[in-house]
């Protein structure tokens, strides 16, 4: 609340305007601060992730496997693929069909950043529908 000073008669008189300025102050600084601070928090989380036990998809007849081997050379199939010739490989396969599913299989030795590399290099050669393979456990909860 303010006062204002009235020089006519000396009374004082009460003003019932709010000063915002300090509030907008206060909020863009708390502002910034969970800006900064809001991306920090998720850096340091531990994530143990379940094993699934949903029921498999049905796969197409003729379903396009992609290997990850753990020395990262890359197999179509059964077929040693070079990097470079994945696309061109793929497109064969796919009959030219970029909607079809790639079932994307990599090795336990294989880190995951070389399997978002493949990924990277399926979605460069425009085949967006990936389907990570595991082996299936029945017995997790």
């Known amino acids: 609340m303010s006062i204002r000073l009235a020089r006519e008669d000396d ?3 009460e003003t019932h305007e709010i000063n915002v300025t300090p509030f907008i102050d206060v909020i863009l600084v708390l502002l910034i601060i969970f800006m900064i601070a ?11 992730l379940p094993s699934s ?18 020395d990262l050379s890359l197999a179509v199939g059964e077929d040693i693929v070079a990097r470079d010739a994945l696309g061109g ?18 090795d336990r030795a ?7 590399e493949v990924m990277n290099l399926l979605r460069t050669a425009g085949y967006l529908k990936v389907a990570l393979v595991g082996l299936e456990n029945r017995d997790a909860q």
Do not use: C, H, W
């Open 11 to 13: 009374d004082f008189a």
């Open 38 to 48: 809001a991306p920090l928090a998720t850096v340091d989380v531990a994530v143990d």
């Open 53 to 70: 036990t949903a029921q498999p998809q049905q796969r197409p007849e003729k379903p396009i496997f992609l290997s990850i081997k753990p």
């Open 89 to 106: 490989v793929l497109a064969a396969a796919t009959k030219g069909n970029k909607d079809e599913r790639i079932f994307l299989r990599a």
């Open 110 to 116: 294989v880190s995951y950043g070389d399997v978002m």
